[in-house]
Nanobody, 122 residues
Framework: VQLQASGGGLVQAGGSLRLSCAAS????????KGWFRQAPGKEREFVAA????????YYADSVKGRFTISRDNAKSTVYLQMKSLKLEDTAVYYC????????????????WGQGTLVTVSS
């Protein structure tokens, strides 16, 4: 599985942005997917995860109620809709894939995509 993230950019605080992560590989639909982020000077942290069917979804407390993860297996793409963005959401966002959703939540990742930068300005 190869992952290509896109959709990052500069947005004002309170604004919205949608990230996309397109996957290649025949087994995309059978993998759980997730998003992580890494702010300058900080460790990479879990943001959200979605099971292969979309039936199980998990969020970090810091984004719960503001971010929505979804997937379209027909398009081999996972999305992260971000609303009410805050300055502290500024980070490089990475998509990830693994066979188990719990492994994604725990940070045990098999496949990483390249990052896309999200900058939230005041």
């Amino acid at each position: 599985v190869q992952l290509q993230a896109s959709g990052g950019g500069l947005v004002q605080a309170g604004g919205s942005l949608r990230l996309s992560c397109a996957a290649s590989g025949r087994t995309f639909s059978s993998y759980a997917k997730g998003w992580f982020r890494q702010a300058p000077g900080k460790e990479r942290e879990f943001v959200a995860a979605i099971s292969w069917s979309g039936g199980s979804i998990y969020y970090a407390d810091s984004v719960k109620g503001r971010f929505t993860i979804s997937r379209d297996n027909a398009k081999s793409t996972v999305y992260l809709q971000m609303k009410s963005l805050k300055l502290e959401d500024t980070a490089v966002y990475y998509c990830a894939a693994d066979q188990a959703t719990n492994d994604i939540v725990a940070g045990r990742i098999t496949y990483w995509g390249q990052g896309t930068l999200v900058t939230v300005s005041s």
